[in-house]
């Protein structure tokens, strides 16, 4: 059974760094094919991708955000952690991590974690 | 504003087929698969197709996909009150090196 659960604080203040780690179970990103996502949705709007890892260790970033992400994982631990800078209240939003097959993300999602950003 | 164009609201009564549109460009529809996924309020997405036209196991095959060019179609047929959920279409795009969304279609069954 393959789950996973994001994990990180429910708030932050604007300029702070956010965080996130998703801790997932039954895969391993080892596999060759296999990566984790990041997505987030703003309360109401659409699902917006934020960055991936893939097995080998090759990254990917949403071009709008790249300069404020950084994606690693620990295989070890079967854990991909996301870093956001610079939270604006714009970004308040839920994250949700989610298994990605190489050509979309299937259906191995997190529950998502709302995180808002608030002084 | 998302990359894939959807529209951002479809409705229909119990029994009657609908059709949501998903329109993109040659370098995510036109060049590699469509995923749709199905989301309730509150509630992670769900996958409903993949690599354009495949059910995963369980979901009903009042549920279709097809893709032309540089679009897609998710067919629900059969309506019923539990389809009235958000659909959102995904694609990658081969230009930003990964996935892309659609704005979210608001299905709501009369």
């Known amino acids: 059974q393959v789950t996973l659960e994001e994990s990180g604080p429910t708030q932050v203040k604007p300029t702070q760094t956010l965080t996130l780690t998703c801790t997932f179970s039954g895969f391993s990103l080892t596999t060759s094919g296999v990566g984790v996502g990041w997505i987030r949705q703003p309360p109401g709007k659409a699902l917006e991708w934020l960055a991936l890892?893939?097995?080998?260790?090759?990254?990917g970033y949403s071009p709008a955000l790249k300069t404020r992400l950084t994606i690693t994982k620990d295989t070890s631990k079967n854990q991909v952690v996301l870093t956001m800078t610079n939270m604006d209240p714009v970004d308040t939003a839920t994250y949700f991590c989610?298994?990605?097959?190489?050509?979309?993300?299937?259906?191995?999602w997190g529950q998502g974690t709302l995180v808002t950003v608030s002084s | 504003q998302s990359v894939l164009t959807q529209p951002p609201s479809a409705s229909g009564t119990p029994g009657q087929r609908v059709i949501i549109s998903c329109s993109g460009s040659?370098?995510?529809?036109?060049?590699?698969?469509v995923y749709w996924y199905k989301q309730l309020p509150g509630t992670a997405p769900k996958l409903l197709l993949y690599?354009?036209?495949q059910r995963p196991f369980g979901v009903p095959d009042r549920f279709s996909g097809s893709k032309s060019g540089t679009s897609a179609s998710l067919a629900i047929s059969g309506l019923r009150p539990e389809d009235e959920a958000d659909y959102y279409c995904a694609a990658r795009d081969d230009s930003l090196s990964g996935p892309v969304f659609g704005g979210g279609t608001k299905l709501t069954v009369l």
């Open positions: 690599r354009n036209d």
């Open positions: 040659s370098s995510n529809i036109g060049s590699n698969f």
């Open positions: 989610a298994e990605y097959s190489g050509s979309g993300f299937n259906d191995h």
């Open positions: 890892i893939y097995w080998n260790d090759d990254k």
